[in-house]
Structures are given as structure tokens and as C-alpha cells.
């Protein structure tokens, strides 16, 4: 029986993350940063922009959740 309650509420936060970043009224603040942070590492070569485009997918994880408790 707990390992059914374990499966759901993993499946429950997954879908609530999901929710949350498909809701563009509350990811509307954080995407024009992105964008701007991917636009810059455009230029690098190819360790470098994976690098920055990771930073910033990490930037935006961070600045979204970050809405949740502001």
C-alpha cells in the first residue's frame, strides 16, 4: 500500500511542476531572461554554449520555482 502512495505522490508533484511551467501568466517574468541569456551564448563554441545554455536553463528553473514563495 506505500508503495502505491509513494508512486502517486511523485506522479502528483511531477504533474504540479508541469502545471507550473506550462502556465505562461506565471513564467511570463522569467522567459525574456532566458531568452536575452540564450542570445548571449549564441557565439561560444560548442563547449561553451552548452555550458551557458545549461546556466541558463538552471537560471530560469531557479526563477520560476523562485515565483512560488515571492
Not at 511523485?10 to 508541469?18: G, N, S
Not at 525574456?32 to 548571449?40: I, K, P, S, T
Not at 561560444?44 to 512560488?68: E, P, T
Request: include cysteine; hydrophobic fraction near 55%; glycine fraction near 8%.
Amino acid at each position: 500500500m506505500k508503495k502505491w502512495i509513494i508512486y502517486l505522490v511523485v506522479i502528483a508533484i511531477f504533474v504540479f511542476l508541469t502545471a507550473l511551467f506550462l502556465t505562461p501568466s506565471f513564467t511570463v517574468h522569467c522567459t525574456d531572461e532566458l531568452l536575452v541569456c540564450v542570445e548571449n551564448g549564441k557565439n561560444a563554441s560548442f563547449g561553451g554554449r552548452l555550458w551557458a545554455h545549461l546556466g541558463c536553463v538552471y537560471h530560469n528553473v531557479i526563477c520560476v520555482l523562485g515565483g512560488l514563495f515571492v
